[in-house]
């Protein structure tokens, strides 16, 4: 059976409403659609721990700041849903753009500290456009509870503080990375990669991993990043736009492996952007 689509806001609130009433539990994985496993996840996170799960699809022209890379998302509804129909999902919420930015819409969410630097320093733009989209996505739905992926886990940490910032009153949950057999992180991206491309793309996995257990053995974090960024660079990429150990917890730059901290990168291979990160220790 066909998964229920809503277009607009209005009767995505009135089945959303209908559910409450009934006591039931909302989760909401939020997409932008070329779903892969990574996303199924997510979806099957939801199925765990909601009574009724949405999966939006909205590719959020806002979070891109670069024309060709909204141009060439892919965009695969038909696709999209014949994966997610084995999950059970109650509803697909894909919004005409309108819904989302109705005409002379100018509202702007931005989330300081958070968005400063990695991802943020080399995508103008982008976190205030994924910020203001996820605010509408969970008020439209009235999400109790959402889903995302810790491979984007500067995103991750934007949300739940712009969540607890504007007391929205859903739970977030992080879900681990899901990783391909030779542990490239899957992403959306990955379909863009010619095959020698997606060949080299694990080196970046395995250079983090790798500085992660020189750091831990006692080495100094900059030998090991720099080791590690010239090994990506020896494996094919393009260039490495940013590799830098930060504080998990506010996402700071730091030099202490005594308490959580993550190492992010990102990295350009055959003009397609991949990132990683990975928690050390
Ligand atoms: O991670 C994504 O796919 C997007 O940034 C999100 C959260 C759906 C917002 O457009």
Not at 93 to 113: D, K, L, Q, R
Not at 124 to 153: I, M, N, S, W
Request: charge should be neutral; aromatic fraction near 6%.
């Amino acid at each position: 059976m066909d998964i229920a689509t809503f277009r607009r806001v209005a009767p995505m609130r009135l089945q959303v409403s209908q559910w409450k009433a009934n006591g039931h539990i909302v989760g909401v994985v939020p997409t932008m659609g070329a779903l892969h496993d990574g996303h199924l996840s997510l979806v099957r996170a939801a199925r765990e721990n909601a009574d009724r799960v949405i999966v939006t699809i909205f590719v959020n022209p806002k979070q891109f700041n670069n024309a060709d890379d909204l141009t060439n998302y892919p965009r695969t509804e038909e696709s999209d849903k014949k994966k997610l129909a084995p999950f059970g999902v109650d509803a697909i919420y894909a919004p005409a753009a309108t819904e989302i930015y109705p005409e002379g819409f100018s509202t702007n969410i931005s989330v300081a500290n958070v968005s400063d630097g990695l991802c943020g320093a080399h995508r103008p733009g982008h976190f205030d456009g994924v910020a203001t989209v996820v605010t509408k996505l969970l008020l439209q739905t009235g999400a109790d509870v959402v889903f995302f992926g810790e491979k984007d886990f500067q995103q991750l940490k934007i949300v739940k503080r712009l969540v607890r910032d504007l007391d929205i009153p859903t739970r977030i949950f992080g879900c681990p990375t899901v990783r391909d057999k030779d542990n490239l992180a899957m992403s959306s991206r990955n379909s863009q990669l010619s095959a020698r491309d997606r060949a080299a793309a694990p080196a970046l996995y395995q250079a983090i991993s790798a500085a992660r257990d020189k750091i831990l053995s006692g080495q100094t974090i900059e030998s090991a990043l720099q080791k590690a960024r010239s090994d990506i660079l020896a494996a094919g990429f393009a260039d490495v736009e940013y590799l830098e150990l930060r504080d998990e917890a506010d996402l700071q730059p730091t030099n202490q492996v005594d308490k959580p901290a993550r190492l992010l990168v990102a990295a350009t291979i055959g003009g397609v952007r991949l990132i990683d990160n990975i928690q050390v220790p």
